[in-house]
């Protein structure tokens, strides 16, 4: 589609509606996701003060399991991976990887 309009009016469709819902695997879509950006943030977890390698920008953290965490949020809502008709499943996966890091950093805290 070359235009947001074409977008707009392609999802409209039915065909694509019925597809979207029913026949492609939208549970099992997520759960990828889910699975991909967990891991990615426990094994950040594991080793949570290593420095971020590469160069560093000012826009960047010092703390690899903080720009782990916030990598995964940004690929979350990527236009390659955020799905409008499963949004609220997103909305849930940041909350979740809100929380994970929660409850980490009060473990660490009182460690």
Known sequence: CRTQVSVKRLRARPDYISFMTKKWGLNVYIQIRFQEMASRLEKALHCPFEEVEGKLS???????AI???WQCLLRCWDKDVFLPAIAHRFWKLTLQLLSRYSSWLSTVQTS
Request: charged share 30%; no cysteine; hydrophobic share 40%.
């Open 58 to 64: 000012d826009e960047s953290f010092r703390v690899a």
């Open 67 to 69: 720009q782990t965490l």
